[in-house]
């Protein structure tokens, strides 16, 4: 029963790590952060005058990282404070914390726009303040999202054996630690994965569809929508079609199998409620599967782009 | 402590530091570019991408190590941190190439190379006039997987050679930090090296800058292990400091 309810955690966490990933992405696109951000910086410069939200805190990694470790930090203090409550503190300390780093990443959002938009006044760029305060909410909502998720990850990770009751099931990393490596790479997932979306299809929508952006392109970004002018608000609905679910199944498969791979090594190990019996085992079993799902992943990366070549031909055009 | 464990640990980080920078220079990272579909490979910068593979790596390592009660066994320890990153990468690259294909109608092709060297397919046909390819072509991913390993290891190396009892015997927090800090240093000085994109192994810049970029890192990773040993020599952050 323990080991069941060990999978059972193990697929909470993927849940989470999904919605927390797709937040990421949809808030990432609502502030033109990482790599697209280049277009919306570069559009006042060529001429193209626009109503996006313009914010390029840090890579997406490291303000991810920034957020989630305030949230975890405050998480555990909250936690060691009710100590006397028990495990039911979560309750209040992980919704506590993430709002925390929530409301520091939207105080990052503001000057960052306003410092941006402001150095653009030379290209004749006005600072729209309906722009301005509508969109620090979705900012900060999307955050709150990916961020209590985030934390719920870590702390169920941390606390893992006496969750599942499996002795030596807990990560032995403490909440903020575990909360900043999930930050880090939830932001590296998003700005590799989700940012594709914007940069490529919204960003440059009235351009041709199917092709690379070339580099003249680059700066004439897309600045009408179906109804009067775009503003980033417009960028979520769009991207949260396929872009941000896709960048919330990459997190989420990446735990999912992390863990499946880790677990399935521990119970070929011998693994009971008193722990392991073999360690080597455990520890070989995990790498095996790991190489055999990297090997299948390579096949079926070859085998989609043979497919894409055969439907797509090659380039036509100029 | 014994001069021989000091010098283990010496050459361990150097080892570490090596693969971290190689496996950056192996990364499919196309950057800003690349997020518009103008460059080949991943959407983001070096430092970013290999941060959130080795963090991975870092994790599993950490759920390996903690198998076994005292003396985590090294080698299974810093391969299952390499198998992490390599699936990190894999995951990243594929779900890449997914909205690619399916949210741009893009064919991905290498802009550096006209033949593929591993499906031997020609690209030039394929690549958009006026950029440098797009998508994450087989080779690139191939490249990306095995720079995802060799990072993972090197990344999980340096921790459990700081965290193991017989070795520096750092708390496994300040070991994570410490693995965690040498491994972006390196990271950073192999993203200085390539200066903007690479395809991976068959980008000629591989071939004219790698050199450069492990000297350098063999630089700041002894430097780094300097360091740590004279912290281990003090004692300053033996039993940890968190």
Redesign the interface.
């Known amino acids: 029963m323990p080991v069941i309810s060990l999978f059972a955690w193990m697929l909470v966490i993927a849940f989470l790590a999904f919605i927390a990933c797709m937040f990421e992405d949809l808030e990432s696109d609502i502030g033109s952060q ?6 919306v910086q570069l559009a006042p410069e060529m001429g193209y005058i626009h109503r996006y939200f313009n914010k390029a805190i840090s ?4 303000s991810y990282g920034l957020s989630c470790t305030i949230s975890g930090t405050i998480a555990m203090l909250i936690l060691l404070q009710l100590g006397s409550v028990g495990p039911k503190a979560a309750v209040l300390a992980i919704p506590v914390g993430a709002a925390v780093g929530s409301l520091v990443h939207m105080v990052r959002s503001s000057t960052c726009h306003v410092g941006r938009e402001s150095a653009h006044k030379r290209f004749e760029q006005p600072i729209y303040l309906d722009v301005f305060y509508g969109h620090l909410l979705p900012i900060a909502t999307h955050n709150f999202m990916a961020v209590i998720c985030i934390t719920a990850i870590a702390y169920i990770q941390c606390n893992l054996g006496i969750l599942s009751g499996v002795t ?1 099931a ?5 909440l903020p ?2 909360c ?3 930050g ?2 939830v ?3 998003g ?11 919204r ?2 929508q009235d351009k041709p ?10 700066g004439q970004i897309c600045r009408y929508g179906d109804c009067g002018v775009r503003t980033s608000k417009d960028v979520a609905a769009f991207c949260a079609k ?2 941000g679910p ?2 919330g ?2 997190f989420g ?2 735990v999912l ?2 863990n499946w ?2 677990v399935i090594g ?1 119970l070929l ?1 011998g693994l009971s409620i008193g722990g ?1 019996a073999n ?2 085992v ?3 079993w ?2 095996g599967i ?2 055999g ?2 090997i299948v ?2 096949i ?3 085998t ?2 043979k497919w ?2 055969n439907k ?1 031909g ?2 036509v055009g ?1 | 402590m014994e001069p021989i464990t000091l010098l283990l640990v010496l050459v361990c980080i150097i080892i570490g530091g090596l693969l971290s920078s190689l496996a950056v220079h192996l990364m499919p990272v196309g ?2 570019p ?5 460059a080949t490979g ?4 070096c ?3 290999m ?3 080795s ?2 790596g ?3 390592a ?7 009660a005292t003396n ?2 090294v080698i ?2 810093a ?2 941190g390499a ?2 990153s ?3 990468m ?19 092709c290498s802009g550096r190379v006209a033949v593929d060297p591993i ?1 031997k ?1 020609s690209q030039t ?7 440098d ?2 998508g ?3 080779v690139s ?2 490249s990306g ?1 095995l720079g995802g390993f060799s990072g993972g290891f090197g990344g999980a190396l340096i921790y459990v050679m700081l965290v193991s009892d017989s070795y520096a015997h750092f708390s ?2 300040t070991a ?2 410490v693995a965690m800090g040498i491994f972006i240093a390196n990271a950073i000085i192999a993203a200085y090296n390539i200066g903007g994109t690479i395809e991976g192994f068959h980008d000629p810049k591989f071939k004219a800058r790698i050199r450069t970029g492990l000297t350098c890192s063999l630089i700041v990773s002894a430097l780094c292990g300097v360091i740590v040993v004279i912290a281990m020599l003090t004692g300053t952050l033996v039993g940890g400091v ?1």
Do not use: C
Request: hydrophobic share 50%; proline share 5%; aromatic share 12%.
């Open positions: 990482s790599n697209p951000n280049s277009q890579g997406e990694g490291l030596g807990s990560n032995p990393f403490p630690l575990l900043l490596i999930w880090l790479t932001g590296a997932i700005s590799s994965t989700g940012d594709i979306h914007y940069g490529t299809e960003v440059f569809f199917g092709e690379g952006r070339r580099v003249v392109y680059h396929f872009g896709a960048t199944l990459a498969l990446i199998f992390e791979r880790t521990m190990g392991l360690p080597a455990a520890a070989a995990g790498i790991g190489i799902i990297a992943l390579v079926l990366a070859r989609l782009e894409t070549r797509y090659p380039f100029e | 950057g800003a690349a997020a518009m579909a103008t991943i959407a983001t910068g430092v970013m991408l941060t959130g593979a963090v991975t870092l994790f599993t950490s759920t390996v190590a903690s198998f076994w985590p066994n299974l320890v391969l299952s198998v992490g390599m699936l990190m894999g995951f990243t690259m594929f779900v890449g190439n997914l909205i690619y294909i399916f949210g741009a109608g893009i064919v991905p499906t397919e046909e394929y690549k958009t006039p006026r950029t390819g797009h994450v072509p087989t991913f191939v997987i496994v927090a994570g930090i968190m």
